[in-house]
Structure formats: C-alpha cells, structure tokens
C-alpha cells in the first residue's frame, strides 16, 4: 500500500519561509518522479514543482521559480519543497504527489498517487 505523508506546513507572515516534507513508503521511490502541488479555496489543483527520477531534473510552475527548490532523498525516501519569499497568493493545501512517468510534467494526470495535503498560510 503507497503512503504518501506531507509534513511542515504552518502558518507564516509574508517573506518567510516554509519547509515541506514528503514520506513515501510502499513504492520502490527512485523510480518515481515526485512532485509538488497546491490547491487554494474555491480554485484548481495546481503544479508547483517536479523532482523527476530521471536525472534528478526538476521543473517549476512559473509563479515559484527562484523561490522554491524541490530536492529529494532517495536513501531516505522523501521529497521536500523549500520555500522562501512567501507571499499570500501561495496560501493554500500542499499535496505530494508520485508519478511512474518516464518524464513527469505539470499534469495532474500523470501522476498515480497522492498525499492527503498540508495547509500553508501566508498571512500579509
């Protein structure tokens, strides 16, 4: 059975930080890209960042780049999400999420399984 565990959310002012962690257990992790999205009230889930199995590549939604950084630990079987500059618009549930996808994007569908989600914050 995948388990997927988010961890690290909070409540935090503007300009801080945030530091997400994600537990896996049940799937050989290195052979899945892992990624990161968010959801805010009344709108769609969407892709914040991707740490690929293959080479380590990542990308990042456009609104977090030079911000976030996403690395994992294979030996340890988890993905984080640093985040730095925090601004209210990132307010909203944090999902980790696996993907089997050679080389996994920004969609939703392409991942197979998913975290129960982690509240992030940001108050002005």
């Known amino acids: 059975q995948v388990q997927l565990v988010e961890s690290g959310g909070g409540l935090v002012q503007a300009g801080g930080s945030l530091r997400l962690s994600c537990a896996a257990s049940?799937?050989?992790?290195?052979?899945?890209?892992m990624g990161w999205f968010r959801q805010a009230p009344g709108k769609e889930r969407e892709f914040v960042a991707v740490?690929?199995?293959?080479?380590?590549?990542?990308s990042y939604a456009d609104s977090v780049k030079g911000r976030f950084t996403i690395s994992r630990d294979n030996a340890k079987n988890t993905v984080s999400l640093q985040m730095n500059s925090l601004k209210p618009e990132d307010t909203g549930v944090y999902y980790c999420?696996?993907?089997?996808?050679?080389?996994?994007?920004?969609?939703?569908?392409?991942?197979?399984?998913w975290g129960q989600g982690t509240q992030v914050t940001v108050s002005s």
């Open positions: 740490n690929r199995r293959v080479g380590g590549s990542t």
């Open positions: 049940g799937l050989t992790f290195s052979r899945y890209s």
């Open positions: 999420a696996a993907s089997s996808s050679y080389y996994a994007g920004p969609g939703i569908n392409e991942y197979n399984y």
